[in-house]
């Protein structure tokens, strides 16, 4: 992991289209930019975080419905 100091308005470039731009530190709050290709995802951590944990618990309800059911065509 590369760890950098910024400061408000100074960038941080990743390859040759994606830029990070801070625009405001206040507290311990910072805001930043990210200007990148529309092809590029960007997402928050906690929201890929949220998604992964709610589609593990689908398949594990799946799991068991489809368990519960073949259960039921075996009696």
């Known amino acids: 992991m590369l760890v ?3 400061k408000p308005n100074e960038t941080i470039r ?3 289209d994606i830029e ?3 625009i405001e530190v206040k507290g311990d709050t910072i805001r930043i930019g990210i200007e990148a ?3 590029v ?3 928050r951590g906690e929201l890929v975080q949220s998604i992964s944990e709610s589609n593990t618990e689908a398949i594990a309800l ?5 368990n519960q059911l073949t259960a039921r065509t075996e009696k």
Not at 62 to 66: C, K, V
């Open 4 to 6: 950098l100091s910024r």
């Open 37 to 39: 290709p529309k092809s």
């Open 41 to 43: 995802d960007i997402l």
């Open 62 to 66: 799946d799991l068991d419905i489809f």
């Open 14 to 16: 990743i390859g040759e």
């Open 20 to 22: 990070i731009r801070i």
